[in-house]
């Protein structure tokens, strides 16, 4: 099992900045990649950013490159995702993820293809 806890949420303006992090506690040793996802009312939840366990590999959306940064504190278990320039439509619940499977490059950004989630944190950007 492992569990996950994010923070950092909030209510903010355009252009303002936002860390989210997530706390990874548990059978950590088991994970093969991690990630974020986000998911605004009414929509499906979405792929944001993901990083391998090793940190060697890293992704994220064409909707938020240039903007948002995935990275992870090793010695602090924690996994963060750096947001700048936020814009109205990034707001949504953001979820972090952790996989225990090996899957391939193109799954890696299905929902579906992780096997542990947090409670997720709400994100407002206001115009």
């Known amino acids: 099992q492992v569990q996950l806890v994010e923070s950092g949420g909030e209510l903010v303006q355009a252009g303002d900045s936002l860390r989210l992090s997530c706390a990874a506690s548990g059978r950590t040793y088991s994970t093969y990649g991690m990630a974020w996802f986000r998911q605004a009312p009414g929509k499906e939840r979405e792929f944001v950013a993901r990083m391998s366990w090793s940190g060697g590999s890293t992704s994220v959306a064409d909707s938020v490159k240039g903007r948002f940064t995935i990275s992870r504190d090793n010695a602090k278990n924690t996994l963060y995702l750096q947001m700048n320039s936020l814009k109205p439509e990034d707001t949504a619940v953001y979820y972090c993820?952790?996989?225990?499977?090996?899957?391939?490059?193109?799954?890696?950004?299905?929902?579906?293809?992780?096997?542990?989630w947090g409670q997720g944190t709400q994100v407002t950007v206001s115009s």
């Open positions: 993820a952790v996989r225990v499977r090996s899957t391939t490059v193109q799954a890696m950004i299905r929902p579906a293809s992780y096997d542990y």
